[in-house]
């Protein structure tokens, strides 16, 4: 009956703990889901994943001052080669070619581009797993403690906890 | 004033080391007390000295002395008095002798208030000397701001930078500023008690507000200078991800993770060495952001600043790092935590988490920042990183931030039972799917622009923490009235009062939720161009504009261009906007001022961009910005609760009254 109920709990614990990692999956894989490509207007896309060239620091199509030199030369450009039906990277590798790659708003060229990216991911993640780890190791050390006779607890000593867990392992 | 200012500084400086030096070594006070003090009062005179010089270039700026080479570059007769004044941040060396001034004013105040503790006072008021020392070393020897103009005088200045004539150009350097050069004082106590060995947490205590109120100033100054973008660059955003703006967000960042933190630290003792180090990193970044803007080491709209005294920044940067190793080393035995986690599931872990998403934010901005430096370095080409490389990767991470803002509070300190967290989760969480369910039957299509699946996830997180936040204080309401009868309001305002701390965390809390729900809104932009005659007419959203007359105007300051233009909503006419394009003659440059109409649903933000030189027409762009109002609103919450949190409780005070009233009610029954 005991057997019973602690399987019983067991396994609800199991499938809490499972739902948890669910939600937490599901999330990280919204949160992927935002990498994903829009299905919006291409000229739009391209024309804000651009800068405009005359030194301005604005988007190509946020550029909006008075007698910008290039922005409409550059948005006309874009328009040419939208129409003559090339992909994106053959857009981007065009306008990089004329106006130097300072014209792309994001380090999309590939090789230690994509350092850029990875790297605020990477660091994310060992960030993350580091403070889990730290915060379960300190939960932990935390627990190796037992408590004498007179109700005082007492934190045992790294070997000590390993003793003491392999004693109750094999205790009969 | 400035060589005064200096010798006073060096004095307060070198006195006030010996002075510690000399009771640290003898452990007693064999006239070093004395000494100490002269340092301290030395310390107040500079503030004098300082302001003396402030006042002196603002002097010169009304007086229109062109004989000082800064105020003939940045000033010229026709300016307007307000920007006059504003002159003394509008270039790099006014700028500096501000930073100076504010850092010697934050000292004056330090050093008034030294009875609360005079050894830590001592040691921060040292350190805050300096600091000052560097800045005025700058002053007098780098970027002079009283340099005498050569040549003949000039009859009139070349004129301020019409991108900095605007209200908020007066205000939003000295704010930023005022956080900037805040985070030295609760650097300098928190480098002072570590060399001092300063027993508990007192330390944090006294400099809580320093912090907060610092904190305060840097986001006020962070948004209003988002708010000035927004209405003077003419591009229809408030946030470019220029290095600049990056640099004011990265010590806003840590110092974020600093106030959090520091909590676990004074509450259980924990995470000592940490902290040290966040507010280490977070006035280490405020140079490396004056770097930046300084040293013209990345390109940036702000390179009117930039100069060659950035390798004074250089060294500084790194004497300060190897200050803080150096003593963090010598010390760090005495940062030993008291305590350790109990449970992932608490209060610690999620601050711990909150800690570590904020770095890891400020290191992304970091990083994007300082990509284009590294890029050239590698590839020999320097590489754009631009909006489009922070929506990809800083926004997410915006997002479980904006998660754990919820998840937080809900927890409780040490342990939480899985019962709390279903009781404390259960609405926020109904919330916030009900909430991603409603915005999708209401258009909202997450799956179709990515744009659209941030916004879709900013509002129901939102509408979580929201409603995690309003939980609580009903449930301690609830408490309150059960108590002593009050009713829901009343109750509410007690809560606040017993613990101003939490709930003015909770309504700082709020305002970033609204802050967020506003920028979400920037998903659903649109904007039209269009050349406009006589009675043409532009449409947008609700809105229909139409074009009354076009003309041109001039001024001693400016010659400009306008268009007036009527606003029908549905057909019925609202109001009038007129954008307009300046010339400023003294500058030779033009300028963009936009129309703007704003209502809690949306802005319709319009800007005159120019004529077509073939028709002689004007071209207006007209954008339409859902919920930006909500950002400002956003910000006067925060402003709000950050003064709740600053005032005093209620609660010991009664306690207090309490135990007075206790006694006198036991004496009285002795008689």
Same mark, same amino acid.
């Given at each position: 009956m005991q057997i019973r109920s602690f399987m019983h709990r067991f396994s609800a614990r199991v499938v809490r703990h499972r739902m948890m990692q669910l939600c937490v999956v599901l999330f990280g894989a919204v949160l992927l889901m935002a990498a994903a490509d829009d299905t919006g207007t291409r000229f739009n896309k391209l024309g804000h994943a651009m800068m405009c &060239?005359?030194?301005? !620091?604005?988007i190509l199509l946020e550029c909006n001052h008075v007698g910008c030199p290039d922005s409409d030369r550059m948005i006309g450009e874009l328009r040419t080669q939208l129409a003559s039906g090339g992909d994106d990277t053959s857009i981007f590798n065009w306008f990089a070619a004329k106006?130097?790659?300072?014209?792309?708003? &994001?380090?999309?060229? !590939?090789?230690?581009?994509t350092v850029a990216w990875i790297t605020p991911v990477v660091v994310f993640l060992l960030a993350t797993v580091g403070t889990a780890l730290l915060v379960r190791t300190w939960v932990r050390r935390r627990r190796n403690t037992v408590t004498t006779p007179e109700g005082i607890p007492v934190q045992l000593p790294e070997n000590d906890a390993v003793r003491e867990r392999i004693r109750r392992e094999t205790e009969y | 004033m400035l060589l005064l200012g200096l010798a006073l500084s060096v004095y307060t400086l070198l006195a006030g080391a010996f002075a510690l030096w000399r009771f640290k070594a003898t452990n007693a006070d064999d006239g070093s007390g004395r000494l100490g003090e002269t340092a301290r009062r030395a310390g107040i005179a500079s503030f004098i000295a300082l302001s003396g010089a402030a006042f002196a270039l603002v002097w010169a700026a009304f007086t229109n002395d062109y004989s000082v080479s800064y105020i003939l570059h940045h000033t010229n007769r026709a300016l307007n008095p307000a920007y006059k004044f504003a002159a003394l941040w509008s270039g790099q060396e006014g700028s500096l002798l501000l930073w100076a001034w504010l850092l010697t004013a934050y000292g004056f105040v330090l050093r008034l208030r030294h009875r609360v503790d005079v050894r830590l006072s001592a040691f921060a008021s040292t350190i805050l000397a300096g600091i000052t020392v560097f800045f005025l070393l700058l002053l007098n020897?780098?970027?002079?701001?009283?340099a005498i103009q050569p040549g003949p005088l000039a009859a009139d200045g070349f004129g301020l930078n019409p991108l900095l004539q605007y209200p908020e150009m007066v205000m939003h350097p000295p704010l930023l500023y005022l956080g900037y050069v805040g985070f030295s004082v609760p650097f300098a106590f928190a480098l002072g008690a570590l060399m001092m060995r300063y027993p508990g947490e007192k330390w944090i205590h006294i400099t809580r507000r320093w912090t907060m109120v610092t904190w305060l100033f840097l986001t006020l100054g962070i948004f209003m200078g988002a708010h000035w973008a927004y209405s003077v660059l003419g591009w229809g955003g408030y946030w470019g991800w220029d290095p600049v703006e990056n640099a004011s967000l990265m010590p806003w960042l840590t110092g974020t993770a600093f106030l959090h933190s520091v909590m676990m630290q004074e509450k259980r003792g924990m995470m000592k060495s940490w902290n040290v180090w966040l507010i280490f990193s977070t006035f280490m970044l405020t140079v490396l952001g004056t770097l930046l803007t300084r040293s013209g080491l990345v390109s940036s709209v702000h390179a009117f600043a930039q100069s060659s005294i950035g390798n004074w920044f250089y060294g500084f940067l790194v004497l300060v790092f190897c200050v803080c190793l150096f003593v963090f080393m010598r010390q760090?035995?005495?940062?030993?935590?008291e305590n350790k986690l109990e449970s992932i599931v608490s209060r610690e872990s999620s601050f711990l988490f909150n800690n570590l998403i904020l770095l890891v934010a400020c290191f992304t901005v970091l990083w994007g920042t300082l990509f284009p430096v590294l890029s050239e370095y590698v590839q020999g080409s320097k590489a754009t990183v631009g909006a489009p490389f922070y929506n990809r990767v800083a926004l997410p991470i915006g997002l479980f931030l904006l998660f754990l803002t919820g998840v937080g509070p809900l927890l409780a300190w040490r342990s939480t039972t899985l019962r709390t967290i279903r009781r404390n989760f259960i609405l926020p969480s109904i919330a916030t799917v009900a909430t991603a369910i409603g915005l999708m039957i209401a258009h909202v299509r997450p799956w179709e622009d990515q744009s659209q699946l941030y916004s879709l996830m900013a509002f129901s997180l939102g509408a979580g923490v929201i409603t995690a936040i309003l939980s609580e204080f009903l449930r301690g309401a609830n408490v309150v009235g059960t108590q002593t009868g009050k009713n829901l309001f009343t109750a509410s305002l007690q809560l606040i009062q017993r613990n101003t701390r939490r709930y003015g965390g909770y309504i700082v809390h709020f305002g970033v939720v609204v802050i967020i729900v506003g920028i979400a809104g920037g998903a659903f932009n649109q904007s039209t161009e269009q050349e406009v005659g006589f009675g043409d007419k532009i449409n947008i959203g609700p809105y229909e504009l139409r074009c009354q007359s076009y003309t041109q105007d001039s001024n001693p300051n400016y010659d400009t261009e306008y268009a007036l233009l009527d606003v029908y909503r549905h057909g019925k006419y609202v109001t009038q906007l007129a954008p307009e394009h300046r010339f400023y003659s003294a500058s030779q440059t033009n300028s963009t001022i936009v129309a703007n109409r704003s209502t809690l649903q949306h802005d319709l933000y319009v800007i005159y961009e120019g004529k077509n030189p073939e028709t002689g027409r004007p071209i207006i762009k007209a954008f339409l910005n859902p919920l930006i109002a909500w950002i400002w609103i956003g910000v006067l919450v925060i402003i709000l609760g950050t003064f709740v949190a600053l005032a005093p409780a209620i609660k010991p005070a009664l306690a207090a009254s309490r135990v007075i009233h206790t006694e006198a009610v036991a004496v009285g029954s002795g008689d």
């Amino acid at each position: 009956m005991q057997i019973r109920s602690f399987m019983h709990r067991f396994s609800a614990r199991v499938v809490r703990h499972r739902m948890m990692q669910l939600c937490v999956v599901l999330f990280g894989a919204v949160l992927l889901m935002a990498a994903a490509d829009d299905t919006g207007t291409r000229f739009n896309k391209l024309g804000h994943a651009m800068m405009c &060239a005359c030194s301005c !620091g604005q988007i190509l199509l946020e550029c909006n001052h008075v007698g910008c030199p290039d922005s409409d030369r550059m948005i006309g450009e874009l328009r040419t080669q939208l129409a003559s039906g090339g992909d994106d990277t053959s857009i981007f590798n065009w306008f990089a070619a004329k106006y130097g790659p300072t014209v792309l708003a &994001a380090p999309i060229r !590939g090789g230690f581009d994509t350092v850029a990216w990875i790297t605020p991911v990477v660091v994310f993640l060992l960030a993350t797993v580091g403070t889990a780890l730290l915060v379960r190791t300190w939960v932990r050390r935390r627990r190796n403690t037992v408590t004498t006779p007179e109700g005082i607890p007492v934190q045992l000593p790294e070997n000590d906890a390993v003793r003491e867990r392999i004693r109750r392992e094999t205790e009969y | 004033m400035l060589l005064l200012g200096l010798a006073l500084s060096v004095y307060t400086l070198l006195a006030g080391a010996f002075a510690l030096w000399r009771f640290k070594a003898t452990n007693a006070d064999d006239g070093s007390g004395r000494l100490g003090e002269t340092a301290r009062r030395a310390g107040i005179a500079s503030f004098i000295a300082l302001s003396g010089a402030a006042f002196a270039l603002v002097w010169a700026a009304f007086t229109n002395d062109y004989s000082v080479s800064y105020i003939l570059h940045h000033t010229n007769r026709a300016l307007n008095p307000a920007y006059k004044f504003a002159a003394l941040w509008s270039g790099q060396e006014g700028s500096l002798l501000l930073w100076a001034w504010l850092l010697t004013a934050y000292g004056f105040v330090l050093r008034l208030r030294h009875r609360v503790d005079v050894r830590l006072s001592a040691f921060a008021s040292t350190i805050l000397a300096g600091i000052t020392v560097f800045f005025l070393l700058l002053l007098n020897f780098a970027a002079p701001p009283f340099a005498i103009q050569p040549g003949p005088l000039a009859a009139d200045g070349f004129g301020l930078n019409p991108l900095l004539q605007y209200p908020e150009m007066v205000m939003h350097p000295p704010l930023l500023y005022l956080g900037y050069v805040g985070f030295s004082v609760p650097f300098a106590f928190a480098l002072g008690a570590l060399m001092m060995r300063y027993p508990g947490e007192k330390w944090i205590h006294i400099t809580r507000r320093w912090t907060m109120v610092t904190w305060l100033f840097l986001t006020l100054g962070i948004f209003m200078g988002a708010h000035w973008a927004y209405s003077v660059l003419g591009w229809g955003g408030y946030w470019g991800w220029d290095p600049v703006e990056n640099a004011s967000l990265m010590p806003w960042l840590t110092g974020t993770a600093f106030l959090h933190s520091v909590m676990m630290q004074e509450k259980r003792g924990m995470m000592k060495s940490w902290n040290v180090w966040l507010i280490f990193s977070t006035f280490m970044l405020t140079v490396l952001g004056t770097l930046l803007t300084r040293s013209g080491l990345v390109s940036s709209v702000h390179a009117f600043a930039q100069s060659s005294i950035g390798n004074w920044f250089y060294g500084f940067l790194v004497l300060v790092f190897c200050v803080c190793l150096f003593v963090f080393m010598r010390q760090r035995d005495h940062l030993k935590t008291e305590n350790k986690l109990e449970s992932i599931v608490s209060r610690e872990s999620s601050f711990l988490f909150n800690n570590l998403i904020l770095l890891v934010a400020c290191f992304t901005v970091l990083w994007g920042t300082l990509f284009p430096v590294l890029s050239e370095y590698v590839q020999g080409s320097k590489a754009t990183v631009g909006a489009p490389f922070y929506n990809r990767v800083a926004l997410p991470i915006g997002l479980f931030l904006l998660f754990l803002t919820g998840v937080g509070p809900l927890l409780a300190w040490r342990s939480t039972t899985l019962r709390t967290i279903r009781r404390n989760f259960i609405l926020p969480s109904i919330a916030t799917v009900a909430t991603a369910i409603g915005l999708m039957i209401a258009h909202v299509r997450p799956w179709e622009d990515q744009s659209q699946l941030y916004s879709l996830m900013a509002f129901s997180l939102g509408a979580g923490v929201i409603t995690a936040i309003l939980s609580e204080f009903l449930r301690g309401a609830n408490v309150v009235g059960t108590q002593t009868g009050k009713n829901l309001f009343t109750a509410s305002l007690q809560l606040i009062q017993r613990n101003t701390r939490r709930y003015g965390g909770y309504i700082v809390h709020f305002g970033v939720v609204v802050i967020i729900v506003g920028i979400a809104g920037g998903a659903f932009n649109q904007s039209t161009e269009q050349e406009v005659g006589f009675g043409d007419k532009i449409n947008i959203g609700p809105y229909e504009l139409r074009c009354q007359s076009y003309t041109q105007d001039s001024n001693p300051n400016y010659d400009t261009e306008y268009a007036l233009l009527d606003v029908y909503r549905h057909g019925k006419y609202v109001t009038q906007l007129a954008p307009e394009h300046r010339f400023y003659s003294a500058s030779q440059t033009n300028s963009t001022i936009v129309a703007n109409r704003s209502t809690l649903q949306h802005d319709l933000y319009v800007i005159y961009e120019g004529k077509n030189p073939e028709t002689g027409r004007p071209i207006i762009k007209a954008f339409l910005n859902p919920l930006i109002a909500w950002i400002w609103i956003g910000v006067l919450v925060i402003i709000l609760g950050t003064f709740v949190a600053l005032a005093p409780a209620i609660k010991p005070a009664l306690a207090a009254s309490r135990v007075i009233h206790t006694e006198a009610v036991a004496v009285g029954s002795g008689d």
